[in-house]
């Protein structure tokens, strides 16, 4: 499964990257919440791409210790000034709106109105994303430089929006392996435009899925795309009976920017996804980084709950929260590039790579080494100084392979990229020399 | 049990650094050595706070490898000039004399009297605090500055002394609780005028004593104040019954500098003492550490021998051996301060407080996070980048509250000081989440 | 076993390293390969000090996935010019003709002689080292600066030499202790004119055995002179049936330059010689070094195979492949020092030393320290601040003397040379501490 030839193979000359933004920017400009037309809009795009299930699961259902919440829907929004000139409007920016915000008609004070604006004075250009989704509240954002450039003086607000009882909607995308156990994928669809946060995120694990569809793999690959917090707990309500089969996990969000890569640990600390992430963020570049577990975040933070207490970290390029775009009108389509996302979709897919490919060879010439130069696998001239490097990968297989080490001990004990100790071990199978690779 | 209002409770406002001041101060004059009267009026003035037992154990007893030694008793001593001046007066300093000195009555030359003069050359203006228990030796200890200045001549010395078969004195006390477990608690008794040396310890022991009195407590608390070495094998060879019962215990001395504050590990090195130690030293500012046990020091030589292997560390500001008072007339009543007693009092029972309060909870939800907005435990508004920060001691509770991980796991896990966590704990605890607490 | 009082015994005032170094410089000259006469006659000299075995295997034999190959003899080589001068010259530096070259006897122009050279461009006045066992092939080294300065012309090339069916020669000597368990100590014999790699580990290991003989040891001491690869491989194969014997071994190369000293670890990692060398390296010097094992190197690949994984680490001075003199005409005797030889045989000493002398004392005063000042170890004047350095040896010994630390755990846990802690237990056992010594 080498992802060069599998990209040329689907999409030509094509840079996945730039389609994977093209369809980032597709979904961007929709008013996404943790319910409502919004989250349907944004699966039917995904939908073009895989064939997706959407669940519909209904207000009030209890899942766990919560329940799903009313269904909103927003239809137009804007600030009015004396002149009738709009000053905020959501149709130009859906951040404006309080998400999930109560609707409202009413013309009140500049000092009345000021009671219900939220603004980032220390980054007075930008627009905050700001929510209120188990508080009735009305509201809007605005950038700080705008509320103070307001006049006293009446102004008429509207919020054309509903909260009802209705669904809470989520995607799923069910890849089968030849096995039942999985690899689960998730990306939350509840933030509105937002293009890191995570636009990003659900455009990548779309074209991933999409790669997938067709090949044979030993686990089975479900994708999820549901609202945080609430969409995972409805989801792990309603699947409690599939959940011992994940064997591995990953929360995908922020995947467009220029930072990290970053990987969190699972609460486990050392399951099979945090040492492969480990292993793959080591030999990504002097930014990357990994950093343990802490109950805040992503969804990791229901699988990860003590009674489920599963094997799923988070991917991401920069950390949510330490990059000044997040949760801003400045996380944008500029924030995101075609580059990134590429470098992204490589990275998780090196660890399903890791996963599928990874095992425990045992040679059939443990007692010492067998003679590589006959076989053309070692240099005929001897007391080169520089020879070694070249064969380091075969002689680390040949070392390890008793059975015991897997092909990921051995990457990480000779601290070689695992793809390049893989092909140590086909080549050396590829001789005959019978190392009981897969 | 916080410890806030409790001193409020008991001392009104009084600050309880001074208290522990003024009684180290009241013990300071007095010579003590490893037997004799200065023990006993020592042990005296502590049991105008507490209801102290003192066990005086026969000259010649056998304890372990060791016998009681003779008890010595010191009336008055000096140097005089040819001109029957006093130039070393024990009234003066009772360092002067070498702790338990043979008796003397002669006249010397100044030659044969240097032999008997200990000074610090290096430290020529401090009166270095010298010891010959095991050899029967007469000396005396002055300033270098001192020594130097006198002129050749016949000195007349006394050491109006007594080594007699008597009595080797320590005192005891037990703070019942619920439990015959116990917290063993021991401050040297042996060293004369030396404030940081181990008055300071002996003052403090005395008012945490008196601080427990009348409080339910899990743990019996044994308090020891005993002759180094000596006592602490007495103690341990009289009570070889009781030792299986010290679960965790501390040696004090050195706790009125302003160095530290230190911890030394127990033998173990990894006792619950030793955990609770760092993560209180790892909370209580830059100057803090902890080191692994050497088998050099104060009594925690005898409580961690291999028979025994008790989980006792020593707690100190300074280290000893490292300040340059140390074992002189500089570690006089200057170099304590009430402040610092004060915050060694709140180090040591913030130990207790962790030992007292430590469990394993398991939460009845574990399965995803319990929504703690609608139980006014999150804020309703969401997006905010500083929101977390207020909660993450909650989150931490519930995600790790799986019955296996205690609260002091929990602390070191989150980083976060013991009692933010029991707090979080208790919160959850009264919010209906039965946590299972306590 | 002091060694400084047995090279007394021995040698009485030669310098130990001075006779190393004279073994190693009578047998620098000899051409030796991987077979053949060179080999037989390094071994003859060494046999001069021990009682050698030599092997003779024959060629063709199968020796694991290896044949023994076939038995190479050189009587001259050179390379004249035009006017029949040589340019290069066998008898000059053996190194000149590439080892296991093949016969030739022609006349080539300039052009066709130079693909059948080997220089160094970036260390243009020395004469490299190289190989070729296994491709039938004949070639010259040289300086690249004499390469340089070779006019165009017709020259004559010679290598008398023959490649026929014969033996692979290897010697052995067993020091047999009073256990079958073995210490195995082993040096490649098969690289010519190189004085560090490894003429130094021949007559290092040849020195160690000779002070061995008529002692009495715990341990059996295997020492094998063998080619490099092939040889260890000869004697596994030989020899399966006493690989179980084998508890410690090293490998012993590049013993006489100034770097270091280095140590290898096994592919354990954790074995006990890995960690003796690690303990005495610690104490070797600011530029002593332990370092990970990998499947490159020495004979240690062969031992260290994942059928055998022997306790086996590699000790060097400067490691091979890092010292610019490595595998040329540089690695020559003014390369090697008497002085460094013999700190060499200190430090595979003292490695005996530990695995011979180690132990798991178990006091017979377990309980609270024993009176060390009775017995005259223990200074009987109190207080002073120098005074425990001096005791650390004898306290951690009786600290630590449970019968579950050995010897070598209490110098670890104490930082302190394993000598000092072990002459420490022997005093303690000497003054009727009974503390199970040896």
Not at 47 to 70: A, S
Not at 315 to 336: A, C, K, M, V, W
Not at 344 to 370: F, H, M, Q, Y
Request: hydrophobic share 40%; glycine share 8%; net charge neutral.
């Amino acid at each position: 499964m080498k992802l060069d030839s599998l990209l040329k193979e689907r999409f030509g000359d094509t840079d996945v990257g730039s389609e994977i933004y093209a369809l980032a920017a597709s979904i961007y400009p929709i008013c996404r919440s943790i319910t409502g037309d919004g989250v349907r809009k944004t699966l039917n795009h995904l939908r073009q791409h895989i064939d997706l299930n959407v669940n519909e699961v209904r207000t009030g259902t209890r899942v766990f210790d919560w329940r799903v919440p009313r269904e909103w829907n927003i239809r137009d929004a804007f600030i009015k000034n004396a002149a009738g000139e709009k000053v905020v409007d959501f149709n130009v920016c859906n951040l404006h709106v309080l998400n999930y915000s109560s609707p409202i008609h009413a013309k009140l004070s500049l000092a009345e109105l000021k009671e219900h604006i939220f603004t980032l004075p220390e980054q007075p250009d930008l627009i905050p994303y700001r929510t209120s989704y188990y508080a009735d509240r009305w509201g809007f954002c605005m950038a700080h430089d705008r509320l103070v450039e307001l006049p006293e003086g009446i102004y008429e607000v509207l919020i054309d929006a509903d909260l009802t009882d209705g669904y809470l909607s989520y995607g799923e995308y069910l890849h089968r392996g030849e096995t039942r156990e999985e690899f689960l994928l998730s990306a939350h669809v509840c933030h509105p435009a937002l293009a890191n946060d995570n636009c990003s995120g659900l455009a990548l694990l779309t074209y991933l899925a999409k790669l997938l569809a067709g090949r044979k793999t030993h686990y089975s690959y479900r994708f999820l795309f549901a609202p945080g917090t609430i969409g995972a707990i409805t989801w792990l309500a309603r699947n409690e009976h599939l959940v011992g089969r994940i064997k591995h996990g990953l929360i995908i969000s922020c995947v467009g920017d220029g930072g990290g890569p970053n990987y969190k640990r699972s609460r486990r600390g050392d399951a099979v996804i945090d040492r492969v992430m480990t292993h793959i963020l080591q030999h990504a570049g002097p930014n990357s980084a990994v950093c343990d577990f802490v109950p805040y975040g992503y969804d990791e933070r229901q699988y990860c709950s003590p009674g489920f207490n599963l094997p799923v970290g988070l991917f991401q390029r920069s950390r949510f929260g330490t990059f000044p775009e997040y949760h801003t009108s400045g996380d944008n389509l500029d924030f995101i590039k075609p580059e990134h996302l590429a470098e992204s979709l490589r990275v998780v897919w090196a660890a399903l790579n890791i996963v599928e490919g990874d095992c425990r060879p045992r040679g059939t010439k443990p007692k010492c080494e067998p003679q590589l130069g006959r076989r053309g696998l070692y240099s005929s001239l001897g007391g080169d100084k520089e020879a070694p490097a070249n064969n380091m990968a075969l002689l680390w297989v040949l070392n390890l392979a008793d059975g015991v080490h897997s092909l990921l001990d051995m990457a990480e004990r000779a601290n070689l990229p695992f793809q390049v100790i893989a092909d140590a071990a086909i080549t050396l199978n590829g001789r005959a020399f019978g190392i009981g690779l897969f």
